[in-house]
């Protein structure tokens, strides 16, 4: 069982599909159910019975477990709603089971008395026997949420129910609705009716005892405590609750009767437990559907970006404007139509150049490229991040998701200088290409000529061009291929297309992580939805392998 409450803990229901407020309620329930009350009572299956009387606002339920008691031990609350302090009594033999770990272990424990803090006041009393704890909630239609939580947070720790009512409230809706609650999980309950007139008692009482028949608690002990007065201490009359206070005692003093309420009850919490964890799986197949859609349309717009981007730097989209101008200024001058014939004392200068470090025509095309890289490179990033986010915001859960998040229309702040230094770092792999596969050509007069620098313009210039019709790139093709022939040529284009390609979509992938990470992945759900199951099975096969063990030992 240990496993279903690890499983349920980690079950997140983030996006805002149809019926996910029920399925988190559902969830948070069956982790206080399991904490509070399942896996203490699993690893404490001797100790005492814990008794929870609860029911409805004005049913009289602190003076009743005064009396039951035989000592005043808890306080009516005179203002309503009252926040209360639960009060827990035992005997004091039965005290070391009622550590913080034992039962409610996230709530605090004091032995002070008040109503004023949210804590389970622990109280011993040498009148109740050992083996039987009795607890007094809140009520459970009080008009505060917190003590209507509170209640059933209790009520669902309990072994027994003992759930109280009055001639006054017995058909209110509230209260059946926590009866339905248990005749579903099989808990084991005893309605008392209290506050009863002697004229009122027998139409009550069996109108009372046919709706229980009709919601399944026709097994179920009915108790009727009288109209009476109270004593100077504020208790009933021994004789108004000798019949429970009787059969509370037979249950404390017989250890096989006691096992069997327990085990009715704590099967009957498996079983539900079982039944809703596939509730809640069955809530992540919404947010199953709704991710694989976040996720699908995300890494689509991804992707074309990436196969617009690696159109355009090879069908010579970027072969304009202030990058043609320069590639012009480069080839126009005759450097390249000439440069086989150029003079020794010309080769010298480019030395000199690159030694003083002058800017060439070179370098100057080679920024102009960068420039125009980068700037393709921040426009697509832009139009993905706003057609992301248009298309996550059409959707209530992806709207849910972005409404309290701010920039997610448009690229990381950082992605410019990120890019910038991603095409850099480009440029600076194809000098290295040119240097690697001209390592065996540097002596000779064209490579000498142009050098790693201009080698590299003219290589970038082809493979920018390279499913273009234009000629824009024809003269670098030419000396490309005087150096390294044609077939080397076409490999060194294609490596270096490939290369800008993978450092393109690894700049990219971080883009479209930023709004992954805003929700787990499907494939994240699915692995949580199948532990989830596989544990809710397990826990029902245990569940019937103990039953099985119980009624052979029987």
């Not at 450097?335 to 150029?342: A, D, G, T, Y």
């Not at 993905?384 to 209530?396: D, F, H, L």
Request: glycine share 6%; proline share 4%; charged share 25%.
């Amino acid at each position: 069982m240990s496993s279903v409450l690890l499983n349920v803990r980690d079950v997140r229901l983030p996006l805002d599909t149809p019926g996910v407020a029920e399925a988190r309620r559902t969830q948070a329930a069956l982790t206080d159910q399991l904490s509070d009350y399942v896996l203490p009572r699993l690893v404490q299956l001797d100790a005492p019975l814990l008794v929870v009387v609860g029911g409805s606002t004005g049913a009289g339920k602190s003076t009743l477990v005064n009396s039951l008691v035989g000592e005043r031990v808890t306080e009516s609350g005179v203002l309503r709603p009252t926040t209360r302090s639960p009060v827990l009594v035992h005997h004091p033999d039965d005290a070391e089971w009622f550590s913080p770990d034992r039962i409610l272990p996230d709530m605090p424990r004091t032995f002070e008395i008040g109503n004023d803090s949210y804590a389970l006041r622990l109280a011993s009393s040498t009148k109740i026997p050992p083996g039987l704890a009795i607890l007094d909630a809140p009520d459970v239609d009080s008009i505060d949420q917190g003590n209507r939580d509170l209640a059933a947070q209790l009520l669902a720790a309990a072994d027994l129910w003992l759930f109280v009512t009055s001639a006054a409230r017995y058909a209110d809706q509230v209260p059946w609705d926590y009866l339905r609650q248990a005749a579903e999980r099989s808990t084991s309950v005893a309605v008392v009716l209290d506050r009863t007139s002697d004229e009122a008692v027998t139409e009550v009482r069996g109108h009372l005892a046919r709706m229980m028949t009709s919601r399944g608690l026709s097994d179920s002990p009915l108790f009727t405590v009288p109209e009476s007065a109270l004593d100077s201490d504020g208790l009933l009359p021994p004789e108004a609750v000798a019949p429970m206070v009787g059969w509370l005692h037979d249950l404390a003093a017989d250890p096989k009767a006691r096992q069997l309420v327990v085990r009715r009850t704590l099967d009957g919490a498996v079983r539900h437990v079982v039944m809703r964890a596939h509730d809640v799986a069955d809530a992540l197949d919404a947010q199953i559907e709704v991710a694989e859609s976040c996720y699908r349309e995300a890494e689509a717009v991804q992707r074309t970006a990436l196969d617009q981007i690696s159109t355009q730097t090879s069908d010579g989209s970027l072969l304009r404007g202030e990058v043609l101008a320069r590639w012009q200024e480069f080839v126009g001058t005759g450097e390249l139509l000439r440069s086989v014939e150029e003079k020794v004392s010309r080769i010298r200068d480019r030395f000199v150049d690159g030694m003083t470090g002058k800017r060439t025509r070179a370098t100057e095309v080679l920024d102009a490229i960068e420039s125009a890289t980068c700037m393709l490179l921040v426009e697509h990033a832009e139009s993905a991040a706003e057609q992301i986010s248009r298309s996550w915001t059409s959707t209530r859960p992806g709207r849910h998701l972005l409404d309290a998040q701010r920039g997610f229309d448009r690229a990381s702040r950082d992605f410019r200088v990120r890019a910038e230094r991603m095409v850099h770092d480009w440029r600076q792999s194809v000098l290295e290409l040119v240097r690697v596969e001209g390592a065996d050509k540097r002596m000779t007069t064209t490579f000498l000529a142009f050098g790693v620098n201009g080698i590299s313009v003219a290589l970038v210039v082809t493979m920018l061009a390279r499913t273009s019709d234009g000629g824009e790139a024809a003269a670098g093709r030419k000396l490309l291929d005087a150096i390294f022939g044609a077939s080397a040529v076409d490999d060194m284009v294609e490596r270096a297309h490939a290369d800008l390609d993978s450092r393109v979509a690894a700049l990219f992938e971080g883009e479209v992580t930023r709004f992954h990470a805003l929700l787990d992945s499907p494939e994240t759900f699915k692995s949580v939805q199948a532990g989830l199951r596989e544990s809710a099975r397990q826990a029902e096969y245990a569940r019937h392998a103990d039953f099985l063990d119980t009624e052979s030992t029987s």
